[in-house]
């Protein structure tokens, strides 16, 4: 059965680092292109980039580029999101997704991270 | 970038009424590469339709998508009080990946 997990809800200070985890299991993790989508409070999906574990190969939304890294073990099977200097307007839903062989929408979701960020 | 307009923002139907969700592209969606997501209270989105009109894996018949360009449908024949959620569109036909802002659907 395919899974992805996510790492629990965080509440961090603006300033402070971040970096929030998805495993993946029951499938070839270093053969698919996971994603990462956040959902601010009350609002729609947005695609913030996309990670192939398989040889890091990485892509960005032009609207986050330089705002988070998203980077992969696939010794552990596991993606991960960061952030160096987060900001209230981080404070969102994160899902990673992982993306079908030969086409760009995704098939199987983790369950969310829920990122706070408050002083 | 591509943007998606859904309509209507809100979409509120009596059991067993047929839903018509509607999804317009800025411009042409080349090959059909549009999906659709079905998002419940508090859940993870889940994939219901690809290429425009194939269903997702265990998907049930009752929903349906079509369309093609820049204008397209996702259709659930007979409501269903599980089907109360938020639904979205995506197209992957190019760079950066968008979705549509979301259609609601809310039983009367």
């Known amino acids: 059965e395919v899974q992805l997990v996510q790492s629990g809800a965080e509440v961090k200070k603006p300033g402070e680092s971040l970096k929030i985890s998805c495993k993946g299991s029951?499938?070839?993790?270093?053969?698919?292109?996971i994603g990462w989508v956040r959902q601010m409070p009350g609002k729609g999906l947005e695609w913030m980039g996309i990670?192939?574990?398989?040889?890091?190969?990485?892509r960005y939304s032009p609207s986050l580029q330089g705002q988070v890294t998203i980077s992969a073990d696939k010794s552990i099977s596991t993606a991960y999101l960061q952030w160096n200097s987060l900001k209230a307007s981080d404070t969102a839903m994160y899902y990673c997704?992982?993306?079908?062989?030969?086409?760009?929408?995704?098939?199987?979701w983790g369950q969310g991270t829920l990122v706070t960020v408050s002083s | 970038e591509i943007v998606l307009t859904q309509s209507p923002g809100t979409l509120s139907l009596s059991p067993g009424e047929r839903a018509t969700l509607s999804c317009r592209a800025s411009?042409?969606?080349?090959?059909?590469?549009l999906a659709w997501y079905q998002q419940k209270p508090g859940q993870a989105p889940r994939l219901l339709i690809y290429?425009?009109?194939s269903r997702a894996t265990g998907i049930p018949d009752r929903f349906s998508g079509s369309g093609s360009g820049t204008d397209f449908t996702l259709t659930i024949s007979r409501l269903e009080p599980e089907d109360v959620a938020v639904y979205y569109c995506?197209?992957?036909?190019?760079?950066?990946?968008?979705f549509g802002g979301g259609t609601k659907v809310e039983i009367k």
């Open positions: 997704a992982r993306r079908v062989v030969s086409e760009e929408f995704f098939d199987y």
């Open positions: 029951g499938y070839s993790f270093t053969s698919y292109w």
């Open positions: 990670i192939y574990p398989g040889d890091s190969d990485t």
């Open positions: 411009q042409s969606v080349g090959s059909n590469y």
């Open positions: 290429g425009a009109s």
């Open positions: 995506q197209q992957y036909t190019s760079s950066p990946l968008t």
